[in-house]
């Protein structure tokens, strides 16, 4: 049997945030189980823990979609450090992820890890075609800072800035859309949305990925984390955001982010919610 962790990311509060299953001794899991794995589950991420393959470094660390392995996120990052140090890790950590080491800082409960890659700005898809993806009119869409633009820090994302907390609120994702963008965009994670509206350093978004068994995701580290350097580099200065998402599908999260020349730190919280062990 094997031991699993379950938690609560981006939140301080049980049955808010994003859920995250953790597999923290994934070494003697079979390798045609991952994937199933976490299509049992269902979240929009599962991670499984090994050693380290190098010296000083705390782990190695995989991360399954229900659909398939991705190289990075950004809850299965804070989520599992947490465990971690609730496991008994003391201090800092180095995680071995499928983008390269990455340092994180973890106590108390919350934990924050710097990303220091390029952003990438894959495609700047059609105004049109978001706005029927996201189930709202083209007025809803605002391009004054930026036009819904398909960007990566590690995993890409279609950012969309929207006209209104109503507009947000309003979004009623159309599949055949999704399907056409991920025609029409094939190096875009199936086309996975992120749409916001912002009022200062206050952000609210929402996250869909439906292509990838994710209708909608309470908090999505990665994405925030391209939003922060795509304001970055569109405004020409750095930027400290509070992002609240998963409001409208009743599991509040908070994320934090601050940019910092080339690099965006993102810090939250987890809390753990169950443990069981797979047979």
Do not use: W
Not at 46 to 73: C, D, L
Not at 75 to 104: F, K, R, S, Y
Not at 167 to 181: K, S, V, Y
């Amino acid at each position: 049997m094997h031991r699993y962790l379950v938690y609560d990311v981006f939140t301080d509060t049980r049955f808010g945030g994003n859920q995250l299953a953790i597999f923290p001794h994934a070494d003697a899991l079979p390798e045609d189980q991952l994937q199933k794995i976490a299509a049992e589950f269902n979240f929009s991420e599962v991670t499984f823990v090994y050693p380290p393959a190098e010296p000083g470094h705390t782990a190695r660390v995989r991360i399954f979609t229900p659909t398939m392995e991705v190289p990075f996120a950004g809850h299965p990052v804070i989520g599992t450090a947490v465990a971690l140090a609730d496991l008994g890790h003391e201090g800092d950590m180095v995680l071995e992820l499928g983008i390269g080491p990455m340092a994180c800082t973890c106590g108390d409960g919350s934990a924050s890890f710097n990303i220091s890659g390029q952003l990438e700005i894959l495609a700047e898809p059609d105004p049109a075609l978001a706005a029927r993806a996201l189930g709202l009119s083209p007025d809803d869409i605002v391009t004054a800072t930026h036009p819904p633009t398909m960007a990566s820090l590690g995993l890409p994302f279609t950012v969309t800035e929207l006209s209104s907390r109503a507009a947000l609120a309003g979004c009623q994702p159309d599949m055949a859309a999704f399907r056409d963008g991920a025609a029409e965009h094939p190096g875009g994670l199936d086309f996975a949305q992120f749409a916001y509206c912002r009022r200062g350093d206050i952000v609210h978004a929402r996250m869909f990925a439906p292509l990838d068994n994710i209708p909608e995701d309470p908090a999505t580290g990665s994405a925030c984390a391209t939003l922060a350097a795509l304001l970055s580099r569109q405004l020409g200065r750095d930027v400290t955001l509070t992002i609240h998402q998963g409001e409208d599908m009743g599991r509040p999260a908070r994320i934090g982010l601050t940019t910092l020349g080339g690099a965006v730190s993102v810090s939250g919280q987890a809390v753990p919610v169950m443990r069981g062990e797979l047979l």
